[in-house]
């Protein structure tokens, strides 16, 4: 024994079972999102739940084919995710890769790194959400450029939802997106959601920073408001058997899963 280890007294610990004892989640965040971690701590901060987050290389210019180039991308981030967490969901964060890779291909790249974990990512979950709100013809917000915004548009026609008005930032750089102000996105949704006919708002984007004004904006549209951070979080919960309800972040925080 040396010097320095006589110094050292061996103490005594017991153990139980560490954050997230009632669901531990993962999720797949872009390198270049600057809101998803912070919204998910606004949203989903229940006892006995804890987020594992793994970043994903990703272009900061968002076009249809630097979005497809994430799919080489997914299966790096998914085994950084380890099993041994006992993970009872796991979310791919971003909805426009998912419009353009395609859902069943991002469910199927992460369950070969985790066979038997439910998954999900924004585009899916704002689809069992509109079903769960009851929304079917929708207000549709985006920050992309049109074949983007075209491509999503599309994805909710196939899955039966009547798309009734569209608006979008045009905006390319996720950099840029990121720094939208809230106030903004509230105005926007306002403004797409008073359309008639509308009977929801979908506003698409993991970078936008939505989760501060759905409450808000709900309570001047009297209708459903959703959004990618906001949906995906409360699908991942869903999925992991979490049916915990919030308040004053929009009606789907208190809805189950349909």
Excluded at 30 to 50: C, H, I, K, N, Y
Excluded at 71 to 95: F, N, R, V, W
Excluded at 101 to 118: F, N
């Amino acid at each position: 024994m040396t010097a320095s280890n006589k110094l050292i007294k061996r103490l005594n610990f017991t153990t139980d079972s560490g954050a997230g004892d009632r669901a531990r989640i993962g999720v797949l965040v872009l390198e270049s999102d600057q809101t998803m971690e912070a919204e998910f701590r606004q949203l989903a901060d229940f006892p006995g739940v804890a987020f594992y987050h793994a970043r994903l290389a990703n272009d900061v210019t968002v076009t249809p084919e630097t979005l497809a180039k994430m799919e080489a991308e997914l299966p790096k981030a998914a085994a950084l995710l380890p099993d041994y967490m006992g993970l009872k969901s796991i979310g791919y964060g971003c909805t426009s890769g998912a419009t353009i890779i395609g859902e069943e291909r991002v469910a199927k790249i992460i369950g070969q790194s985790h066979p038997g974990v439910s998954t999900t990512n924004p585009l899916s979950a704002a689809k069992a959400a509109l079903a769960a709100l009851g929304v079917t013809r929708l207000g549709l917000l985006t920050p992309y450029s049109p074949d983007v915004t075209d491509a999503m548009q599309a994805k909710f026609v196939e899955a039966g939802i009547d798309v009734v008005v569209v608006g979008s930032f045009y905006e390319e750089s996720d950099l840029v997106v990121g720094k939208i102000d809230p106030e903004s996105i509230l105005k926007a949704t306002i403004e797409v959601g008073q359309t008639e006919g509308c009977d929801g708002v979908f506003i698409s984007c993991t970078s936008l920073r939505t989760a501060g004004i759905i409450q808000e904006a709900e309570d001047i549209l009297g209708k459903p408001v959703t959004a990618s951070n906001h949906a995906l979080a409360w699908h991942l919960l869903r999925l992991a058997g979490i049916e915990d309800i919030k308040e004053n972040v929009g009606r789907l925080f208190q809805t189950p899963l349909a």
